[in-house]
C-alpha cells in the first residue's frame, strides 16, 4: 500500500486496540492484493429511531489502479464484527 490507511471513528470512542485492529486487517489485505494504493475506513455509530440502541456501520474504500472498490457493513452491537466481515 502506497498511503498509510486513513481511519475516521464517528461517534465511536478513540481506541488505539481499534486503530491497531483496522491497520491489521488492511495489512493482511496487502497482503493479498499487492496493487492496493490506499485504503479508508470510516467506522459510525447510526441512530435508529424505530431501534433502540445504536446501529454500527463500517465503510471500506480501497483504491486499486483505475477503480476504487466500496465495501459497508453494519453490525448492530459489535464494530469488530462490522469491521471483519467489511475486510472479508
Known sequence: MR??????????P???ALERYIREEARKLDQICDRVL???V????????????????VGLAITLPGMEIAVNREHGDDVYIALRDAFE
Open 38 to 40: 490506499t485504503c479508508r
Open 14 to 16: 478513540d481506541s488505539s
Open 42 to 57: 470510516v467506522a459510525q455509530t447510526l441512530r435508529q429511531p424505530k431501534r433502540q440502541g445504536v446501529q454500527l456501520a
Open 3 to 12: 498511503d498509510p490507511v486513513a481511519i475516521t471513528l464517528r461517534g465511536i
